[in-house]
């Protein structure tokens, strides 16, 4: 009797496997299924003799993306993992240390072995002459912006094995030669960042679980910026400022969080909401924050600001948190992504910007400078 | 397709099980066939027809030889093998002998011919000489219908990754079978340890040795060798063994009683023993077709013994067509030839022996998975003399983290230690009790949720 039991035990088991995908049927318009992938799920393939051959996997692939209770599935591996084993579910996120977690393509920058060469360096410097010359027979300012690797600033809390080699890091080592050899107008606030840090060391600049700075970080890294092209926001002692949990893009997430499968499980980190830096009225032409063609694509930002420059900022996502000051700061201010469908040198033409800010977050490199290579 | 594979688990077994279980009985054989054809074509969409046509030929010889007698008899039965030998031949090993007479005549005058392998050509060509064979002997009866030597040669549970069953020991099951609710109940409980053993050990200590032996062999020190040699020994056995698990339980919730294929095999005394549990189909094959053929060891020490390099050379080439596996091959039959005098020995110092022979085992594994012989000579060297390769290597989070520790110990312990230490009042009181149903439901959800997080594939930010 008693063996018997484990048999029918085991038997019910199988029924309810066989059954799998009924459950699911039942169970899953009450089951709440974010894309955090950021892709599009594949498509059923139709099954014809033109792909006879590569049905078997097409179909796969579908089906991998449809399992019944996937997302549950992976959550709970995941959380083993994660909690359990300490481990990183994800190639490209490393797990730090106090919950901080890390992009694995920074990892070459913070342990700072991927230096350029004097060959790399010249050419670096020569794109950005280039770009820069561009501008300047235009009448417009040129100015690069660097915003720093999470690792940079939060170091501290990469795991102990990563060794740092001592020296300038591979930005560093860019910044000091465009220096040293060019005019060009480059902004990395690195150093600025670090002694925020030490002075507020109860403020948190950039997520835990996303690779971007927060509204926070942006604020204090748009400082620099702001200053070079002559533009003053309000002291931080005149600032309010609260805690909220939101991460710069609501469409995305905490982008880490979500690599590594667990964006139900975490899903609580600080960003803030800050008021005073500026006394402009702004509006907002379109939002990124909650509508991904903004981010991908472009916006416009308009204020009465004192400043009636119009503000061209190629950037990527790290512009994102310098959005709220930099519109506050400029009459106009035209955001798009150096990457977007949108971007192109007809459209930086027909814009016809007083100021060009370059964004580029510190891992991203220089591929892009030389106005050359970007769409017509 | 794969046991381990989502639409195995969730698409095709439900599916074959749930009509198998509905449909007429006479009807059942049909159905398991095309079910199996579907199996083998799903990952080999235009070789399943030479499957198909290794059933055929072995068919009609099949009946040819039982249609006949004296010279004829052995004329179709010689006709069969080379037909079969022939096309594993030229499938597994045309680029292997090309490139060997290449290399002795030291030029490349013969072309070398670039032949993707047949997903289980080696299994299923195997099954169909052995079948062949037996009718010649007179062991079994030619298969009445063709559709029950396909079923035979495809069934989908052992086709793809053994075990190699004789036909004999499953003809009547392919005539008559019956299916309980126990059969189901056990055969799923036995596929559920299989997929376990997969996914959850085999999977994971893969990914440390393909990372160990990624590295070039010069930044590979003693600590970095065990643990890679290690790590295969158990990576290997549970994958196949877990592999022959499911298969096994996979024929028992169909009806039909497959033998058994390893029987803890890292608990061997000897090399011998090992291939009396390792593999044991593949070792019942050879012994039964090749080595008692040649005499076995009824002509004599010296024939014995050739018939024994025979056998070994054999099984290496086997397991793949490149000099490293003969050599493994041959490393296991050479320490078989010297185990010879001293079996009396190595039953008497039990531990011992068990040591000894998981150390040769575990050297042979490194020369099998090393990506050349003088790599896996070198590898065994740094095991051996760790003093002439002091600790210059990698830092050992480079390739191992807490769940490949935690899941090397369960390793351990699976391989016949918890087996040999719990009482068996202990084990008989959790086989099929509601407490092992449990444990088993947790290992399929736990497998299940690993092969779900293979198939998530997140991008930083949605790409457009």
Known sequence: MHSKIGNRIMLIIFIAFCFIWVMWFFVEPYVVTDNNENREKSARPSLAMSNYAEYPSQYEEYLNDTLPFREWFISLNNKIDFYIFKKSTSDSVILGKEDWLFLKDTLADYQRNNLYSEQELAQIAADVQTTQKYFEDQGIEFIIFIGPNKSSIYGENMPEKYEVNSGASRTEQVVDYLTRTTDVRIIYPEMELRQVKEEYPDLQLYFKLDTHWNYMGGYWGTKPLLRELGVELEDFAEIQYREINEPDFIWNGYDLANMLGLADALNQDINYELEGYSSADVTYYGNPRDNIDYFNGMFRVSSNAEDQRKVFLARDSFGQAMIPYLGASFKEVVSVHREGFKFSKTLVENENPNVFIYEMVERSGWDLINYISWPE | ?464
Not at chain 2, 324 to 332: D, I, K, P
């Open chain 2, 1 to 464: 397709m794969v046991f381990s594979s989502a639409v195995f688990l969730f698409i095709f077994l439900p599916i074959v099980f749930g009509l198998n279980f509905v449909i007429k009985k006479e009807y059942s054989n049909g159905l398991l066939l095309v079910a199996s054809l579907i199996f083998y074509a799903w990952g080999e969409p235009y070789r399943v027809f030479l499957m198909l046509a290794v059933i055929l030929i072995n068919w009609i010889v099949g009946r040819l030889i039982g249609a006949h007698e004296g010279n004829k008899k052995r004329i179709f039965l010689v006709i069969g093998i080379v037909c079969d030998l022939a096309i594993l031949g030229y499938y597994k090993y045309a680029g292997f002998f090309a490139s060997l007479i290449n290399r002795i005549i030291g030029e490349d005058i013969v072309l070398v011919p670039s032949i993707a392998l047949p997903i289980g050509i080696s299994f299923f060509t195997f099954q169909a000489i052995s079948y062949i064979v037996d009718v010649y002997r007179g062991d079994t009866e030619p298969a009445p219908k063709l559709v029950n030597m396909a079923l035979y040669i495809s069934f989908f549970p052992q086709l793809i990754a053994g075990p190699i069953v004789k036909y004999r020991d499953i003809n009547k099951q392919i005539e008559e079978r019956e299916i309980t609710w126990i059969k189901v109940s056990r055969g799923f409980r036995r596929f559920i340890y299989g997929l376990a053993k997969k996914v959850l050990i085999s999977n994971v200590l893969g990914l440390c040795v393909d990372t160990i032996y990624s590295y070039d062999i010069s930044l590979i020190d003693c600590r970095t060798a065990w643990i890679g040699a290690l790590a295969y020994t158990f990576q290997i056995y549970y994958d196949f063994s877990g592999y022959s698990d499911m298969a096994i339980g996979l024929g028992q919730m169909f009806g039909f009683r497959i033998q058994e294929n390893f029987n803890y095999p890292y608990l061997s005394k000897s090399i011998t023993e090992f291939w009396r549990r390792w593999h044991i189909s593949l070792g019942s094959w050879f012994r039964e077709y090749v080595y008692i053929p040649l005499g076995g060891n009824r002509k004599g020490k010296i024939r014995r013994y050739i018939n024994l390099f025979i056998v070994f050379f054999l099984t290496g080439l086997w397991h793949g067509a490149d000099f490293s596996f003969v050599l493994w091959g041959l490393f296991h039959g050479f320490f078989s030839m010297i185990e010879r005098k001293s079996l009396n020995v190595l039953n008497r110092f039990k531990i011992v022996s068990v040591v000894y022979c998981f150390i040769i085992v575990n050297f042979g594994w490194v020369l099998f998975r090393a990506d050349n012989t003088l790599t896996g000579i070198r590898y065994i060297a740094r095991m051996v003399m760790p003093w002439r390769h002091p600790d210059i290597g990698i830092p050992t989070w480079n390739y191992m983290d807490y769940k490949t520790l935690f899941v090397g110990i369960c390793a351990v312990l699976g391989m016949g230690i918890l087996k040999v230490f719990v009482p068996e009042k202990i084990s008989s009181a959790w086989k099929e009790s509601s407490l092992e149903a449990m444990y088993c439901l947790i290992l399929l959800i736990l497998s299940l949720a690993s092969i779900a997080s293979n198939t998530y594939n997140p991008f930083i930010y949605f790409s457009f």
